[in-house]
Each structure stands twice: as structure tokens, then as C-alpha cells.
């Protein structure tokens, strides 16, 4: 069965500090992989998304991740935090063509 | 624009009461979702519809019910069933075939009175 884990519930960085977000799925054949934001009391909105080619994903917002097939992961990075890119995250795959899986999602908090 | 209306925004249920939450797009798209967000838990999926008459059991479906009359609605009736109601709900919808992303609507949160 598919599988999405988000490592870290709660990640805390400094206005300008480097955002690593996690995510490892299960998957017997590529996945396609999504990254979710969410501001609260609001729906998700799509950051990236791979499914196949290169990749390194860009997206929305300075937000980039990378799918790394060996290390079954889809990891979440921006270079520089800012003040409003403190919201909740989810990691998604989709493999059978239907409905999507999540991660529990992680709340990123930004200090300045 | 294109996307998704989720009515009403909040809900309030009364112990035995069916209530009933509207999903709405004009996105054309063929495939609709209905999550369930708890706190911790992430998103779980309800119910799913891939065409119009027709639509599956998600992972917690007990307690709920859906029709798909049209392609536009999708709407959910959270039944007197369900003991454990208070939530966040989300529709979506998509494409078919998986590699597009799916589109959320705003969101409903039902409390019990």
C-alpha cells in the first residue's frame, strides 16, 4: 500500500535560514509525488508537483524539491525563510490514479 | 475565475441531525474528493467520484453519505451515524489520471452544539 511520512511535525527556522521540510513514500512503481501548502482556516494550495522527467521540481513561492528514487524521498527546501512561509506543509503521492495520500503534514514556524 | 465553492463555511450539527455540506466547481473537471482533516491526522480520504452516477468509499466513510447528480456538485451528508463529526472538511477535485494536481475548495468546519 502507498505510503506518505512526513519526518518532524513541528519545524522552527529563523528569517532567513534555510527550510528543510521531509517526505518519504512507499511505492511499488513512480509515484507521482505533490507538495501542499496551507494557511489556516483555508484549503490547500499546490506548491510543486513531480511526476516525471527531471527531478528537481520548482514551484511556487521560492520552493524547490528534489525526488530521489534510491532514497524513495521528495524533500522540501527554500533557500531563505520568510515571515509568510510560516503555514502548515503536506506531502502527497498519487499512484493508482485516484485519490491522493497524505502525510500528516508539518507546521513550519518562522522567526524573526 | 475557476475553482471551487465550499458552503457554508461553518457548520454547526445537533446531536441526531443529518446536515449536508455543498462542493461546487466550475473547474470541469471530472474527479472530486471529499477529505477530512483532524488535527495530527493529516487529510483522510471520505468518498471519491471519478464520473457523474457514480463514486467509492475512501478510507473513513462510516457515518457519511454523497451523490454525484451532477458534474459541477458533489455535496456531503455527514449522517447522525457519525459520533465523532467535529472536523475540517475539504473538497477537491481533478483530472482524471492522477498526475494533475487536485484543487481545494476553502473548507467547512462543523462543530457539534
Known amino acids: 500500500a502507498q505510503s506518505v511520512t512526513q519526518l518532524g511535525s513541528h519545524v522552527s527556522v529563523s528569517e532567513g535560514a534555510l527550510v528543510l521540510l521531509r517526505c518519504n513514500y512507499s511505492?511499488?512503481?513512480?509515484?507521482?509525488l505533490f507538495w501542499y501548502v496551507q494557511y489556516p482556516n483555508q484549503g490547500l494550495q499546490l506548491l510543486l508537483k513531480y511526476t516525471t522527467g527531471a527531478t528537481l521540481v520548482k514551484g511556487i513561492n521560492g520552493f524547490e524539491a528534489e525526488f530521489k528514487k534510491s532514497e524513495t524521498s521528495f524533500h522540501l527546501t527554500k533557500p531563505s525563510a520568510h515571515m509568510s512561509d510560516a503555514a502548515e506543509y503536506f506531502c502527497?503521492?498519487?499512484?493508482?490514479?485516484?485519490?491522493?495520500?497524505f502525510g500528516k503534514g508539518t507546521t513550519l514556524s518562522v522567526s524573526s | 475565475d475557476g475553482g471551487i465553492t465550499q458552503s457554508p463555511k461553518y457548520l454547526f450539527r445537533k446531536e441526531g441531525q443529518n446536515v449536508t455540506l455543498s462542493c461546487e466547481q466550475n473547474?470541469?473537471?471530472?474527479?472530486m474528493y471529499w477529505y477530512r482533516q483532524d488535527p495530527g491526522q493529516g487529510l483522510r480520504l471520505i468518498y471519491y467520484?471519478?464520473?457523474?452516477?457514480?463514486?467509492q468509499k475512501g478510507d473513513i466513510a462510516e457515518g457519511y453519505s454523497v451523490s454525484r447528480e451532477k458534474k459541477e456538485s458533489f455535496p456531503l451528508t455527514v449522517t447522525s451515524a457519525q459520533k465523532n463529526p467535529t472536523a475540517f472538511y475539504l473538497c477537491?477535485?481533478?483530472?482524471?489520471?492522477?498526475?494533475?494536481?487536485?484543487?481545494f475548495g476553502d473548507g467547512t468546519r462543523l462543530s457539534i452544539l
Open positions: 473547474l470541469n473537471h471530472d474527479a
Open positions: 511505492s511499488s512503481v513512480p509515484p507521482y
Open positions: 502527497a503521492v498519487n499512484q493508482a490514479g485516484t485519490a491522493l495520500i
Open positions: 477537491a477535485s481533478s483530472t482524471t489520471g492522477g498526475k494533475q494536481p487536485q484543487h
Open positions: 467520484s471519478q464520473i457523474v452516477n457514480d463514486f
